[in-house]
């Protein structure tokens, strides 16, 4: 490939051309001719559901301008990373992959490889990736997805490396083309950004303000994905409890529930994150009343200790959580509960440890994600005195896990005898039980069933059960 310079655009008001669009297609439409395929991109995506989603995003773009995906590095034309930065182990697995397509680029020169998402807003990593990384040819932003067709146009048309970056998070672009991983499964943005500066959490500081799309967007963006044949939706945000207060006229997360609930085809609404210093009355009303809302909510405590939550900049208290546990579990019985914990935040004693514990064997979590405390530079934390050696933490890790593992096997079994809905979401004929769906309590349940049974939502009565997975069999309503 011939030389490429760097270039910079700051594009806060820039649009590709539908000009430069076309003769991209074009472009793309003669490689077809001439070679029969299509050109073929190879998307490889860290991190959280967000993430995944905006992948979907990047696939719609890349369709549009007549790429295929290809589940296959070696074969493609186009490698993206679309990376996370929430812990550092997080990091290093780019910073690996990146050099094993260091090697495939050698033997390939015109393939061009693309990074984005969360380490990409943070300007240290960007210079250290053009510094390290030489042979990176296109840096974009979590908030410049929409203008990947014109830095791939940049180095295919004017041989240039291509960054584009935009740090003010206002703007929300709306009805961008998507290439939905599953037909009757699908992610949906509500919120941007976030609010909350967490002191541990570097999100605030890459993803931006929180901002919400509007009622009329989403509802619409669900109704299609109804007439598309789409049964389950999963509302995304940082933090979903405080949807719509930014609102030019504010709508709340309870009042969007009851609307989503009303849309015909739909028939699994869930939703992640909960913040619990935001949890409302009104929204576990909501959850009781919408026939549609899963029973499940996903509520992090994080850590159990009032102390090391203040210095987490929480906002709640242990008694706070528990209270809010109790009037769930009072007003839906039949609630699962799961959660985020970190082991190991700065000036985490054994006594603080030992409230999380308290927490853990409390409110007898469905499953949780635990997490050693990851110091994020620019973060509050990062800063704090006293950090905990790591193998206090892992001791910690490992006490925790085995308090938390017999707790949810113990959830489980109490699921044996009973029949649960599940939707199957994917089919392994190599196993007995081909078929793995989940229940609207968020269990990943494995099951004898024909494969034309992918995308429905069936009747599976639970018979044996383990730590991460349960078995059943199906059975007539
Ligand atoms: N170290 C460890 N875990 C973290 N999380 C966020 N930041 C950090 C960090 N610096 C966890 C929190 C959050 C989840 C998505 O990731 O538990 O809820
Ligand atoms: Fe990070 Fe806290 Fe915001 Fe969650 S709520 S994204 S943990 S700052």
Redesign the pocket.
Known sequence: MSKINIETINTENTKLSSERIIELRNINEQYFIMNGKRKLYHILTYGCQMNEHDSEKIGGMLTSIGYEETDDSQNADLVIFNTCLIRENAELKVYGKLGEVKGLKRHKPDMIVAVCGCMMQKEELRQKLLKQFKFVDIIFGTNTIQELPGLIYDVEVNKKKSVDIIDNTELIYENMPKSRKFKYKALVNITYG?????T?????YV?GREKSRTPEEIINEVRALAFDGCKEITLLG??VNSYGSNLENPFTFAELLYELNKIDGIERIRFM?S?PKDLTDDLIKAIKECNKVCNHVHL?I?AGSDDVLRRMN?KYTKDHYLNLVEKLKKEIPDIALTTDIIVGFPGETEEDFLETIDVVKKVQYDSAFTFLYSVREGTKAAEMEDQIPDDVKHERFNRLLDVLYPIVLDRNSQCIGNVYSVLVESVNNTSENSLTGRSEHFRLVHFKGNEELLGQIVNVKITNVKTFHMEGEIVEQ
């Open positions: 976030c609010n909350n500066f967490c541990y959490c570097v999100v605030p993803r940082q933090n994150t913040h992090p994080q929480r």
